[in-house]
């Protein structure tokens, strides 16, 4: 199965995930979330099928995301509104973000990344 990779290229934690997901051989298409920002129809989606809430995507240590004082504001806002805010700019998205059939991933963490694809470690 290929499995959609949505990252920044700048990003050390996107460095470390593809370098997991290339040790361990799993097949990915590439994509720029700065390039090409998830919608608001993919990002309900991963939502959905993530069962994460919605501020789980938010990319709270970024930069636009204390420029805008997004955390004072989520608290007031609904889901539909922030889902519509994500869908502005790929820099609030927390990254990288694994999307396959199935399962959606945000944020690299190799223990649950290595469980939910269920990938045996190497002795």
């Known amino acids: 199965m290929k499995y959609l990779f949505v990252c920044y290229k ?66 007031n806002m609904s889901d539909e509104e922030k889902i519509k805010l994500l869908a502005t700019d790929g820099m609030l998205v927390k990254r990288p973000i694994l999307v396959g059939e199935d399962i959606v991933l945000a944020g690299f963490k190799e223990e649950l990344w290595s469980e939910a694809l269920t990938v045996q470690p190497t002795l």
């Open 10 to 75: 700048r990003c050390s934690t996107c460095a470390k995930a593809r370098k997991w997901l290339n040790e361990n051989g799993i097949e990915y298409e590439e994509r720029d979330i700065k390039e090409f920002n998830p919608n608001k129809e993919e990002l309900e989606k991963w939502i959905a099928v993530s069962r994460y809430p919605v501020n789980k995507f938010f990319n709270t240590s970024g930069t636009l995301y204390k420029e805008l004082h997004l955390k004072d504001k989520l608290p």
